[in-house]
């Protein structure tokens, strides 16, 4: 993986972190994003994109960069989500993430086009989890902790397979949600879940 965005080119960046979120698409639970301030050598092979990783690979390295890396997690709920939208809902799932690292970043790379308000120096990269490696380690905590966390409200919430599914529209979600209708965790704003609620 290239590395030049985190190099800084021109200009010095000592501590610099990575931002990701998981969980944006699906109709149910939270979106939850991480901050990761990779150490100065790190040695994780298959560091990649979360998306192109097996649920394995994911938790083998969210195991190493959390032991290895400073981290943090920040969440937004399904409630949140409704009361807003789902961006503005990333954006501060993002900004409780870097708000609870243990050590401010001197410099913060963010997956995608739009950055949080806030007062830190910090650039957008489109297609990030696949260009730099701090984004990369952000992105599979974010997407390994937000599985985790889809597993347990399955236990509370079952019959949505959500499991397996993590919360997206999958068809068993869908046979699900026609079953038994619409649980406290799904996103009430989303279409399919609106007119859903609709039509009841």
């Given at each position: 993986?290239?590395?030049?965005?985190?190099?800084?080119?021109?200009?010095?960046?000592?501590?610099?972190?990575?931002?990701?979120?998981?969980?944006?698409?699906?109709?149910?639970?939270?979106?939850?994003?991480?901050?990761?301030?990779?150490?100065?050598?790190?040695?994780?092979?298959?560091?990649?994109?979360?998306?192109?990783?097996?649920?394995?690979?994911?938790?083998?390295?969210?195991?190493?960069?959390?032991?290895?890396?400073?981290?943090?997690?920040?969440?937004?709920?399904?409630?949140?989500?409704?009361?807003?939208?789902?961006?503005?809902?990333?954006?501060?799932?993002?900004?409780?993430?870097?708000?609870?690292?243990?050590?401010?970043?001197?410099?913060i790379l963010v997956d995608?086009?739009?950055?949080?308000?806030?007062?830190?120096?910090?650039?957008?990269?489109?297609?990030?989890?696949?260009?730099?490696?701090?984004?990369?380690?952000?992105?599979?905590?974010?997407?390994?902790?937000?599985?985790?966390?889809?597993?347990?409200?399955?236990?509370?919430?079952?019959?949505?397979?959500?499991?397996?599914?993590?919360?997206?529209?999958?068809?068993?979600?869908?046979?699900?949600?026609?079953?038994?209708?619409?649980?406290?965790?799904?996103?009430?704003?989303?279409?399919?879940?609106?007119?859903?609620?609709?039509?009841?």
């Amino acid at each position: 993986m290239n590395t030049e965005l985190e190099s800084g080119a021109g200009w010095p960046r000592k501590k610099i972190a990575g931002v990701d979120e998981a969980g944006r698409g699906c109709w149910a639970g939270p979106v939850v994003a991480a901050a990761v301030i990779l150490p100065a050598s790190y040695d994780w092979d298959g560091l990649d994109d979360s998306k192109k990783l097996s649920a394995e690979q994911r938790e083998r390295l969210s195991a190493r960069i959390r032991q290895d890396a400073a981290t943090a997690l920040g969440i937004a709920t399904a409630a949140e989500i409704d009361a807003s939208n789902i961006l503005v809902a990333s954006l501060r799932a993002m900004a409780r993430a870097v708000a609870k690292l243990a050590r401010a970043p001197d410099h913060i790379l963010v997956d995608g086009n739009r950055l949080p308000d806030w007062a830190h120096a910090a650039e957008a990269v489109i297609g990030g989890d696949a260009r730099s490696p701090s984004i990369a380690a952000a992105s599979i905590i974010a997407k390994h902790a937000r599985d985790e966390m889809m597993v347990s409200l399955d236990e509370q919430y079952p019959g949505y397979h959500w499991a397996q599914n993590k919360g997206y529209g999958v068809p068993a979600h869908r046979e699900g949600l026609e079953a038994q209708g619409v649980s406290p965790e799904h996103r009430r704003t989303f279409a399919p879940i609106r007119r859903l609620l609709e039509q009841s």
